[in-house]
């Protein structure tokens, strides 16, 4: 369960390098939006390049009804990325559509077949938001749902996304709630978007920390700068480990209970899921290190 992913523009070798080096649990090459058209052709072949041999990296492909992204794929699956990153998705059906060429191109290069994982950015189209219940079932590819405000943004003519205390507008924030609530109806990961302002480390964490509280597993990134504060803020503190660990041995030691008591407070069956789901994020977490 990866708590950063980081964006690197595929047409630049020196930012890849750098990326590399940052500690972010996954990487995403871009092709799309940080890459100019004119020079997508070098990009795919540096990103190509740059996969060989390499674990959790992703690629970012551009929209799946552009001429573009048969060329991405083309492109970059002989490397076996672990993933592709859909943008500008207009329902589940693209996804669909994606996991079917995925299907084709793994089994014309000899990959093993579902190898290949799929993240959506589910909210950049307004129509999208009408649609996020299709991505219940939609394909065994899906690892996670994400979201993202700006292109959102430019399709519904807004001048901003954030208020001037920095909180989301109510059209953007309602988006973020729809990709956290899909994503769990979904059983996926839900994925929190970028913090624009990379040199605002102090924001970013307490932006972070609060989608961790909300139920995001994880953030993206778009500096190197950001992957160690992301990473910090979505790791579960002593307290609460240990707060976890205290309902889990509860329930043991009271098999068949529906509740238990706990500091003064009643703990039933949820609070245990909830428990058992931080210890594991915990765990996980401690082997990524």
């Excluded at 079917?100 to 959506?120: F, N, W, Y």
Aim: with cysteine; charged share 25%.
């Amino acid at each position: 369960m990866n708590r950063s992913f980081l964006f690197v523009p595929a047409d630049s070798e020196r930012k890849m390098k750098k990326a590399g080096d940052a500690g972010a649990d996954a990487l995403i090459l871009d092709l799309e939006d940080s890459v100019a058209p004119e020079v997508r052709p070098e990009a795919r072949l540096m990103a190509s390049e740059y996969l060989q041999g390499k674990q959790d990296v992703w690629v970012r492909i551009n929209p799946f009804d552009s001429e573009d992204a048969a060329a991405d794929l083309e492109a970059v699956m002989p490397a076996e990325p672990t993933g592709i990153v859909l943008p500008k998705a207009r329902s589940a059906a693209d996804a669909i559509a994606l996991s079917r060429r995925i299907d084709e191109l793994e089994q014309r290069h000899g990959i093993e077949q579902g190898q290949t994982r799929i993240i959506v950015l589910c909210t950049e189209r307004p129509e999208a938001l009408f649609t996020l219940h299709g991505y219940v079932g939609a394909t065994e590819r899906l690892l996670g749902l994400s979201w993202g405000a700006e292109d959102l943004s430019v399709a519904v003519g807004a001048s901003a996304n954030r208020d001037e205390q920095g909180n989301w507008l109510p059209a953007f924030e309602m988006a973020r709630s729809l990709c956290l609530l899909a994503a769990a109806a979904a059983e996926v990961t839900a994925i929190d978007t970028v913090f624009t302002d990379f040199r605002d480390a102090e924001g970013l964490l307490r932006y972070a920390e609060g989608a961790r509280r909300t139920g995001f597993s994880g953030m993206l990134a778009i500096h190197p700068a950001q992957v160690a504060v992301i990473n910090t803020a979505f790791e579960p503190s002593t307290a609460e480990i240990e707060h976890a660990e205290s309902i889990v041995e509860l329930f043991d030691a009271n098999p068949g209970a529906g509740t238990v008591g706990l500091d003064g407070k009643m703990i039933d069956r949820p609070h245990l899921a909830q428990a058992q789901r931080l210890l594991e994020r915990a765990k996980h977490t401690k082997n990524q290190k």
